[in-house]
C-alpha cells in the first residue's frame, strides 16, 4: 500500500484547543440557567401553606359529609310519608253517581189563581198588617181625648166605601152594640180579622163601649164591606168630635181606598190576558 492511503485511513487526534471550542461560554451557561429557572413554576411549599391545604380538606370534607346526612334525612322523611298514605284506609267507594249526596234545589211553587174571596183576604191581612206596622213604629203615643157625652136623640150618620162596596152608618149613644143588616156583628162577619177591622176606628179613639152603630151595607165581597164599614165609622166619629180627625187620618181610616178589580173587557180572556194569537 502507498503512504496516501495510509495518510487517508488515519484519523487525526482531537486536540485540545478544538474541545475547548465546542464547550460553551461560561457567559452562555449562566443565561441558560437563568431563563430555565424563570421558566420553571415554583414548587417549593412552605410549612403555613401546607397546614392551609390540609384544613381546606379537612373543611371540604365536614361540607360533603353534611349534604350527604341531609339528603339521607329528607329521602327518609319521603319514604315515611308515601308508607303513612299507602296505610291510610281507603274511602268507601259508593254505588251512587256522583252529586247524588247533594240537597236539590226548591222548585218554585206553581202560581194558583185565587178566586175574588181570597184575595180579598189577602189584602185585608195586608191592611191589617201595614197597620199594626204603623202602631208599632210610633215613638210616643199621641195624647187621646176623652170620649165626649152624647145627648140621648144624637145621630151621626156617614158613608163608607171600599171597592165596590157602599155601607151607610149611623152612630147612637148607648153600650157598644154594632148591628149589620139588622145581624149582629159576630153573625155577619164570622171571621175575626174582619171583626178586627170593623172595630178599629172605635178602639183607636175610645169609643168601643160608649156608642151603638146601625149599619146597611151593599155591594162587593166580605173583605170590601167590612174595609166600607171602617171608613162609615171613621167618617162618623169625625162629627162626633172633630179632634179625633187627626188621630183617625194618622191611622188611614178616613182614606178612601178606591182599588177594585178591573172589569173584563171585549174580546180578552179576563181584564188584560189575551187569548193565543194563531197564524192559522
Known amino acids: 500500500m502507498s503512504e496516501e492511503e495510509n495518510t487517508e485511513d488515519v484519523t487525526p487526534e ?5 474541545a475547548v471550542e465546542e464547550t460553551p461560554a ?85 202560581e194558583v189563581e185565587l178566586s175574588a174571596e181570597e184575595l180579598a183576604a189577602r189584602e185585608a191581612d195586608e ?7 204603623a202602631a208599632e213604629a210610633e215613638e210616643a203615643p199621641v195624647a187621646r181625648p176623652e170620649p165626649v157625652k152624647l145627648a140621648k136623640d144624637a145621630r151621626f150618620i156617614a158613608t163608607g166605601k171600599r171597592k165596590r162596596s157602599v155601607a151607610r152608618v149611623i152612630v147612637l149613644p148607648g153600650d157598644g152594640q154594632i148591628s149589620i143588616n139588622d145581624r ?14 170593623v172595630n178599629s176606628p172605635l178602639v183607636a179613639t175610645g169609643y168601643e163601649s160608649n156608642v151603638n152603630v146601625k149599619i146597611r151595607v151593599h155591594g162587593g165581597g166580605i173583605s170590601g164591606q167590612a174595609g166600607a164599614v171602617r171608613h162609615g165609622i171613621a167618617r162618623a166619629l169625625t162629627e162626633v168630635d172633630p179632634e179625633l ?36
Do not use: C, M, N, W
Not at 421558566?39 to 401546607?50: G, L
Not at 191592611?127 to 206596622?133: G, K
Not at 149582629?184 to 177591622?197: G, K, Q, V, W
Not at 181610616?253 to 180572556?269: I, N, P
Open 14 to 18: 482531537e486536540t485540545p484547543e478544538a
Open 245 to 280: 180627625r187627626p188621630e183617625l187620618k194618622r191611622r188611614g181610616f178616613l182614606t178612601r181606598d178606591a182599588r177594585a178589580k178591573e172589569r173584563r173587557k171585549a174580546g180578552l180572556k179576563k181584564a188584560r190576558k189575551r187569548p193565543q194569537f194563531s197564524k192559522r
Open 26 to 110: 461560561a457567559g452562555e451557561v449562566e443565561e441558560t440557567v437563568e431563563a430555565e429557572a424563570e421558566e420553571a413554576p415554583e414548587t417549593e411549599e412552605t410549612p403555613e401553606a401546607e397546614v392551609v391545604a390540609e384544613g381546606e380538606v379537612e373543611g371540604a370534607e365536614g361540607e360533603g359529609e353534611v349534604e350527604v346526612e341531609e339528603a339521607a334525612t329528607e329521602t327518609a322523611e319521603e319514604i315515611v310519608a308515601e308508607e303513612e298514605i299507602k296505610a291510610a284506609p281507603a274511602a268507601p267507594k259508593s254505588d251512587l253517581p256522583p252529586g247524588a249526596d247533594l240537597e236539590p234545589l226548591a222548585e218554585p211553587e206553581p
Open 127 to 133: 191592611e191589617e198588617r201595614a197597620a199594626r206596622e
Open 184 to 197: 149582629e156583628i159576630d153573625e155577619y162577619f164570622p171571621r175575626a180579622r174582619h171583626r178586627t177591622i
